[in-house]
């Protein structure tokens, strides 16, 4: 019998309906329809839609996307699967299920014995870290430390060497200030905590360009000058790549021992149940999961090897 090459055979992605009262369950049913998805995993999905009020946050729907997050969990652990891919939860239904972090990325670092993962945000050729992430925007100066932006370049940096195959990356550091401090002139947090953590970096062999105007950072990462930016906040990383590609905008998680990626939208209580959410940033989510799995096992035989 003739048997299958490791590296050809199809990765098994646990993939959850995120809270069953917005629009999950119906992007991820679209997207198993999608023969590229078919064609490039196996997948396992976990969720039950039943039982909660539709098109709104409740406790419900909270403790559904909680359990089949769980499962999800359990599964890549188990070695069922390789990597999770997540459709959108809500915060307040988080909440009112009783859990007392924001999101799935926190959630998933607690289980996971992770102190410092990073919400990397990627859209075709654009990609953006996150340094703060879900709170308000006046924390955003106190939260950003030279740790934070050392710990969040050394995961970008080896993630673009391990799966997206770059020898060299270009990391660029958005300022948190209009037009980066302008020398100190419009705030100093440029001063004193990126340039520290930019000059450890390269002595480490990390390049990390900056800080330099998020509005400058961004175009010239579409040219093709940079591999990745890092952003001060959320929206800063957000709203270029929203409008750069918002079809293909997925999130991944830097840091946990196994990959998990998510669309990079919301759960959209205001259309769900209608059946015309866009499934592509779903879509999407499963394909990188499937390929950056690939990339996993790829770096593990590599290791194995040098060992």
């Not at 990391?171 to 419009?186: Q, S, T």
Request: aromatic fraction near 4%; proline fraction near 7%; hydrophobic fraction near 40%.
């Amino acid at each position: 019998m003739t048997q299958s090459h490791p590296s050809l055979m199809k990765p098994t992605i646990a993939i959850t309906l995120g809270d069953p009262a917005g629009i999950g369950p119906e992007i991820v049913a679209k997207a198993l329809n999608d023969p590229r998805v078919r064609r490039m995993c196996n997948p396992i999905i976990l969720g039950d839609a039943r039982h909660v009020p539709m098109g709104k946050p409740s406790r419900e729907g909270g403790l559904a996307a909680l359990e089949a997050l769980r499962q999800g969990l359990d599964r890549v652990r188990s070695g069922q699967a390789v990597a999770l891919a997540t459709a959108p939860v809500s915060k307040e239904a988080f909440q009112l299920a009783g859990h007392d972090l924001p999101g799935h990325t926190e959630w998933l670092a607690r289980e996971s014995g992770v102190q410092d993962p990073a919400m990397l945000m990627v859209s075709k050729c654009m990609r953006a870290i996150l340094l703060t992430r879900h709170i308000p925007l006046r924390e955003v100066p106190r939260s950003l430390r030279a740790e934070l932006i050392v710990r969040a370049a050394e995961l970008g940096d080896r993630f673009l060497r391990t799966y997206e195959r770059v020898r060299r990356p270009r990391l660029v550091a958005c300022g948190v200030n209009p037009h980066a401090g302008d020398r100190g002139i419009l705030g100093t947090e440029e001063l004193s905590i990126y340039k520290p953590a930019i000059a450890l970096l390269k002595k480490r062999g990390i390049r990390l360009a900056g800080p330099v105007s998020s509005d400058a950072a961004f175009v010239h990462m579409a040219q093709g000058r940079y591999d990745l930016a890092l952003a001060a906040y959320h929206d800063q990383g957000m709203i270029p790549l929203k409008l750069y590609a918002p079809e293909c905008l997925v999130n991944v998680t830097l840091g946990l021992p196994f990959i998990r990626t998510s669309p990079g939208h919301g759960t959209a209580y205001d259309i769900a149940g209608k059946g015309i959410a866009d499934a592509r940033p779903m879509v999407e989510a499963i394909l990188l999961a499937a390929r950056y799995s690939r990339g996993m096992r790829h770096e593990g035989q590599r290791t194995k090897t040098a060992s």
